[in-house]
C-alpha cells in the first residue's frame, strides 16, 4: 500500500517537497544508452527536479523529458575541475546549445587551496556568465574532502560573489561525499537566496530528510526511486517513522 503523491506527507514534508529536491544522477562512466534513457524515464515518472546527466547525453535527456516538469542537467569541467576556464565556457556553452537548464560546474581545487582566490572567483564567474544569459542555473562543487574548513568557507564566499545560485559538497566520484557538518558549514556560509546541494552518500530516504531538515534545497542521489517508494510507503503507514539521528554516510564513489 502506498500514498497518493499529491497527498502523502511525513512531518511537514511533502512528496513534491522531497520530490522536487532530488538531481537524479546518471553520471558514471559506464552507463549504456538504455540505462541513461531509463533514467530519465524513472525522473519524469516520479517527477523529481532534474537529472543530472553527462555532457554527451544532454540532447537524449531533453527529448526524452520534452513536456515534463524535469529539468536536464550536465557538468562542467567535471571531476577534477582543473581544466581551463575557456574550456569549461566552451563546455558550458555546448551544454546550453543542446537544452541543459542546469550546470554544475567543479571549481579549480588545487587554486583554492593555493590560496588563488581571484582566479577562483573568475573561473565561476565566467561560467556564471554563460549559464545566466541562457536563463540556466549554476551550482559550484567545491569537493569538500579535499579541503580545509576555511577552504569550503572561502569557496562557498567566492561562489556566491562570482553569482552562483548554488554550492555542492561533491562530485561523487572523490574519496568523500557529503557530510551533515559541511552541509551545515555551508549553509551558515552563503546567503539565505544561496541553495545548497549535498551529493555523495545520500542514499536513503532518513539521509535525505536529515539533510533537508538542514537547510540543503538540492540532493544528488542515484538511489531515487528506493527513496521515494520509501517515503510514499511511510506516508501510507506501511513502513516505519523516519528513524531518529538520520546520518549521511560519507565515502562511496557515486551520488
Same mark, same amino acid.
Given at each position: 500500500?502506498?500514498?497518493?503523491?499529491?497527498?502523502?506527507?511525513?512531518?511537514?514534508?511533502?512528496?513534491?517537497?522531497?520530490?522536487?529536491?532530488?538531481?537524479?544522477?546518471?553520471?558514471?562512466?559506464?552507463?549504456?544508452?538504455?540505462?541513461?534513457?531509463?533514467?530519465?524515464?524513472?525522473?519524469?515518472?516520479?517527477?523529481?527536479?532534474?537529472?543530472?546527466?553527462?555532457?554527451?547525453?544532454?540532447?537524449?535527456?531533453?527529448?526524452?523529458?520534452?513536456?515534463?516538469?524535469?529539468?536536464?542537467?550536465?557538468?562542467?569541467?567535471?571531476?577534477?575541475?582543473?581544466?581551463?576556464?575557456?574550456?569549461?565556457?566552451?563546455?558550458?556553452?555546448?551544454?546550453?546549445?543542446?537544452?541543459?537548464?542546469?550546470?554544475?560546474?567543479?571549481?579549480?581545487?588545487?587554486?583554492?587551496?593555493?590560496?588563488?582566490?581571484? &582566479?577562483?572567483?573568475?573561473?565561476? !564567474? #565566467?561560467?556564471? $556568465?554563460?549559464?545566466?544569459? +541562457? *536563463? =540556466?542555473? /549554476?551550482?559550484?562543487?567545491?569537493?569538500?574532502?579535499?579541503?580545509?574548513?576555511?577552504?569550503?568557507?572561502?569557496?562557498?564566499?567566492?561562489?556566491?560573489?562570482?553569482?552562483?545560485?548554488?554550492?555542492?559538497?561533491?562530485?561523487?566520484?572523490?574519496?568523500?561525499?557529503?557530510?551533515?557538518?559541511?552541509?551545515?558549514?555551508?549553509?551558515?556560509?552563503?546567503?539565505?537566496?544561496?541553495?545548497?546541494?549535498?551529493?555523495?552518500?545520500?542514499?536513503?530516504?532518513?539521509?535525505?530528510?536529515?539533510?533537508?531538515?538542514?537547510?540543503?534545497?538540492?540532493?544528488?542521489?542515484?538511489?531515487?526511486?528506493?527513496?521515494? &517508494?520509501?517515503?510514499?510507503?511511510? !506516508? #501510507?503507514?506501511? $513502513?516505519?517513522?523516519?528513524? +531518529? *539521528? =538520520?546520518? /549521511?554516510?560519507?565515502?562511496?564513489?557515486?551520488?
Amino acid at each position: 500500500m502506498t500514498a497518493s503523491r499529491a497527498t502523502a506527507r511525513l512531518g511537514r514534508w511533502t512528496y513534491r517537497d522531497v520530490a522536487k529536491a532530488i538531481d537524479h544522477s546518471l553520471l558514471r562512466p559506464e552507463l549504456d544508452d538504455r540505462f541513461v534513457e531509463d533514467g530519465c524515464r524513472l525522473a519524469a515518472e516520479y517527477d523529481v527536479a532534474s537529472v543530472c546527466v553527462r555532457p554527451a547525453d544532454v540532447a537524449r535527456a531533453v527529448r526524452l523529458l520534452a513536456g515534463t516538469d524535469v529539468a536536464v542537467g550536465t557538468v562542467v569541467g567535471f571531476p577534477h575541475g582543473s581544466h581551463t576556464t575557456a574550456t569549461k565556457v566552451f563546455e558550458a556553452r555546448r551544454a546550453l546549445d543542446d537544452g541543459a537548464r542546469e550546470l554544475d560546474m567543479v571549481i579549480n581545487i588545487g587554486a583554492l587551496r593555493s590560496g588563488r582566490d581571484a &582566479d577562483v572567483e573568475a573561473d565561476i !564567474a #565566467a561560467v556564471v $556568465a554563460v549559464g545566466h544569459e +541562457a *536563463g =540556466a542555473i /549554476v551550482k559550484v562543487i567545491l569537493e569538500n574532502c579535499y579541503l580545509t574548513d576555511d577552504e569550503k568557507v572561502r569557496g562557498c564566499r567566492l561562489a556566491e560573489a562570482a553569482g552562483a545560485d548554488f554550492v555542492k559538497t561533491s562530485t561523487g566520484f572523490a574519496p568523500g561525499g557529503a557530510t551533515l557538518d559541511d552541509l551545515a558549514l555551508m549553509r551558515r556560509t552563503v546567503s539565505p537566496h544561496i541553495g545548497v546541494k549535498a551529493a555523495g552518500g545520500v542514499r536513503t530516504l532518513d539521509a535525505l530528510l536529515a539533510v533537508l531538515e538542514l537547510g540543503v534545497t538540492r540532493v544528488g542521489a542515484t538511489a531515487t526511486k528506493a527513496i521515494l &517508494d520509501d517515503f510514499l510507503a511511510r !506516508a #501510507a503507514g506501511a $513502513a516505519p517513522a523516519v528513524a +531518529a *539521528g =538520520a546520518t /549521511v554516510p560519507t565515502g562511496g564513489a557515486e551520488e
